[in-house]
Every structure is written in C-alpha cells, then in structure tokens.
C-alpha cells in the first residue's frame, strides 16, 4: 500500500475507446500514467500523444512494475490471456464488463450467481480488486468528468473488499472527476453491472444513491 | 492561421432505411426505389454527394448499395455517388474495387468509395466470417485495397484471402476514385488512413462532436510524420431538416427512439430517453435536426472544430416516411447547405489547421 503523501503511479492495461479516456482523465489529473497493450509500444504512442497527452506507451510488465494502481481496460475476453502474476501485489480496478449482447458470451462467466468482478478477483488472488469505471461508456466519462463540488458532478459506484484499496481508489475517481459512492464489497458490484439500476446512466451522487438503494427513494 | 486546404463540399447519405407511405412500411423494393429518386433530388438541390451504405436487415434492405449507386449515377450529370461505407471487412476488396471501378466508369468520374469496419456486424455471419477476425479482417483487406488503388498488376498475400500473383484488376481506372476510411473511434483506424492515403470520414452519431476533433489532430499529425500532404476530413452525422426546429424534431423523434431501442441491446447504446434526445439534437449533440438555419448553425460550427472540410448528412430513419425526406433533402440542400458556406465564410479567421 502507498504510505500517505507518496505518489500514485497509474498503469492502465488497454488503449480502445476506455483505456483512451482513463489514461487522458490521470494525465489531466497529474497523475504519472502508464499505457501498455499487447503490442509494441511504439503502435500507440502518437495516438496517447494526440488523445491523452502526457500518458507514455510502455511495455505491460514495466508499466504495472513501476505503478501502485492498475486499471485493466480490457475487453473481458481478452482477460482470460492475462497472467495473474503479472498483477501481483497490485491494486486493481477491473471496469471491464459482462455483456453478451455486445461482446458475445464467455463460459466462464455466464453463470450469473456471483459478479463478473468477483471471478475476476479469484483469477487474480494475489491482487486486491476494485470493482468501478465500468458503469458509464467511455464518452460519458469523456463528457461528464467535473471538478469537486461541481453541482452536477456525477457519482461513480465503487465496490471492494480491502479498505486500503478502496481508500486509494475512491481518491482516485475524486480526482479524475467524479463522486466516489462506496456500495460495498465486491459482491455489492453486481449492481453495477450491465442489467444493474446505474448502468450506462450518468447520475448525480444523490439520485444515484437512491438509485443504488443506499438511501431511500 | 491557415487556409482550408480543400473545396467544403456537402452531401446526404443513407443506410437504405425503410421507408413508409401514409403510415404503412414500404417494401424493401420500393424502399430502394425511393433511395434512387433521394439521390436524383439530391443532384437537383445542388449537393455535392449522395451516398448509400451498405446494410442487411429488414429495417435497412440495402445489401448492393452500389447497384442503386449506379442507378443514381445514370440519371444525374454532376452529383458524386459513392458508399457509407462499403463494409470492407465481409467483402472482397477485388470486388470492391471492381464494383466502384464500374461505377466510377458509368458515372464519368464521380464514384467514391468509403471504406468501415462496419459498426454493424450482420454482414459477418451471412457471409461466413468470424466477429473474432474484426480487427484482422479490415486492416488485411484495406492493405489489399491500397495495393489495388496503386494501379498495375497486384501482388499480395495475406491470412485472410488468397494470395494474387501478378495480378492484373479490371476495369482500369481513367479518372480518380477517392477512397475514404470511415472511422467511428478506433485511432487504429485513423492512422491506418494516414498510411495509405486515404481521406478520412468521421461517423459521429452520438455525443459531442467536439470529441472527434483529436481524431483529426491524429490524421494530421500522422500524415505530417509520414511526409505525405493534407488529405481531405469529412463528418458524417445523422439528421433531418423540416420547416421548424418543432417539426423537424417530432418527425425524427419516434423513428430515432425505436430504432435506438431497437439496436440499443445488440451495440451497446442505452435505450434513448426524450432528455436524451433533446441534448443530441442541441448544440453539443451529434444530431443535425431542425430548420435549416439550425441544422446550418451547427455544421458552421463543429466543421472548423474537427478541421473538416466534408459534411454528410446522414439522413432518414426506419419508418420516416418518403415525402418527409424529400422535403429535407430539398431544405438541406436549398437552404442549410448555402446558409452553412455563408457562415463558414465569415468563420475563416477561425483555425483550421
């Protein structure tokens, strides 16, 4: 865990459309930020250039080596080739998604009895997982990204099970822009899945609490 | 400040959308006749492009969009016609190139090819492909495209479509035939443009306009590092004009919401909500809907952002009716287009490059 004051270095693993607006979201936010895929820095680094000015292409392995917060921006199929030790000992936000209409549907996790998030975490046991950044599409979060005590400012759900981790990534969100709303342990996360009450609708902190039902109606 | 490097052109493209007379769907055969007689309107209204893009579903019956294309193309003198887009990925490119080829041919010269990745997909299992190869596909068969716009016997290979050795494709060329990469997001997309020449066609179809404008940095940027001149950007957007902003909003309405509602769950979109609508259709959204002289408005302004120098209007949606498009292809073209040059006229002390 990073001890107070020290820097949060930001790794996001995937440069489509969400990785894009993370990584320029961080940057903005004077975050050190990381971008890797799979394939050769270089192939993406004019395009972080022009879109997320200040974000560096890197390889995977350096990007979260040096980094204390790994986003995975990945698309969810694409996660089964993801080696768990490479995440080790990290914190990290999963905002991918389980969207069989959209993506088409994946074995593993079409049993709709625990979260996506969840078999993600236990793919990934040596990490501590944060489920958040997944309920709003990457041009919502693009457009909707205010600074604190902006009246209109829009909540984004946060669910985990480490307190530390959640303490780095609820400043995180805040600094990128949004509310941070804690809705609970990662199995709470379910809610904030594709069929969930908040998805892919940009909320004020209020209406989304009553929409979460962590408040009443 | 520099100077718009190209000519602003504008023009209307379709998906073949269904159409409907007095209230009652038109079939799909009437509906491609009725595309034919937009086209011809659109020549007549002084527009500068009509284009047709390719699509296989009962609500967009427009599968050889290129066959309407050419049926455009002889009974108008002026008009460019071309795709929007010619679903590269599910086709062949020696087809492609053949079909528009042709129909830069009958056309004397006026045929542009506009070429997607397709942001729908039913093309791939009616034609055998797997969604999986989506990337692979289009970047494969683009590079095969650009070899075949070179001119001369081809020699290519690729995982995707069998080797050509020496190949000679027919019909030659005798007058240019622009292609266009068709672009919805994918900045692989852009710099894939940038390599091989290809101008650049920004689909906007929901949220800020504005949002594009790195795509075009990109573009430039990229053609600058490649050593390669400007190329041409174009936006294409979906709209409709009417008399009044109330009119034209009420006809777009109902047909935008159900077929949002209706594509909503197979590509990602929220179904659309009234106050969802409303902010497209505003000043930061991505709709061109109203009266000319709002629809003019708001090209004047976002064209400068997105250094664009190419406007298509997307028009007509599912169930929209005949009449109502024509009298938006003829309000467009009469009067959005002239009062949208107008405007960009008195903007060019504003950056475009």
Known sequence: ?217 | MSERPFPLTFGLDTFGDLTSDNGRPSTHAQTIRDVVQQGVLAEQVGLDFFGVGEHHTDDFPMPAADVALAAIAARTSRIHVGSAVTVLSSDDPVRVFQRFSTLNAISNGRAEVVLGRGSSIESFPLFGYDLADYEELFEEKTDLFAEIMKGGPVSWSGRMRPALENQDIVPHLDAPLPVWIGVGGSPHSVLRAARHGFNLMLAIIGGQPARFAPFSQLFMQALAKLGKPRLPIGVHSPGHVAETDEQARDEFWPAYRDIIAKLGPSRGFPPPTFEFYEREVGPRGALYVGSPETVAVKIARNLPILNANRFDLKHGMPGMSQESLLRSIELFGTEAVPRAKELLATATSMPVG
């Open chain 1, 1 to 217: 865990m990073v001890a107070e004051g020290e820097e949060t270095k930001v790794a996001i693993l995937g440069a489509g459309h969400v990785g894009r607006v993370i990584a320029r979201l961080a940057a903005d936010a004077g975050y050190r930020v990381d971008v890797a895929t799979a394939h050769d820095p270089e192939e993406i680094s004019l395009t972080l250039d022009v879109m997320a000015p200040g974000a560096n292409a890197r390889r995977p392995a350096e990007a979260v080596a040096d980094a204390n917060l790994v986003i995975l921006a990945i698309p969810l199929h694409r996660f089964a080739a993801l080696d768990p030790a490479l995440l080790a000992g990290k914190v990290v936000i999963d905002m991918m998604n389980y969207w069989p209409e959209v993506n088409g549907t994946l074995a593993q996790f079409e049993r709709g009895d625990i979260g996506s998030s969840e078999r993600v975490a236990a793919r990934l046991s040596s990490s501590r997982v944060v489920k958040t950044l997944n309920h709003l599409g990457y041009h919502q979060l693009d457009e909707e990204a205010a600074p604190a005590g902006d009246p209109g400012r829009r909540a984004l759900g946060i669910a985990g099970d480490d307190p530390a981790a959640l303490d780095l990534v609820r400043a995180f969100v805040d600094r990128i822009g949004f509310d941070p709303v804690l809705v609970g342990g990662l199995a709470a996360g379910r809610r904030l899945q594709p069929d969930g009450p908040v998805f892919g609708i940009p909320m004020r902190r209020a209406d989304f609490e009553r929409a979460m039902e962590l408040i009443p109606a």
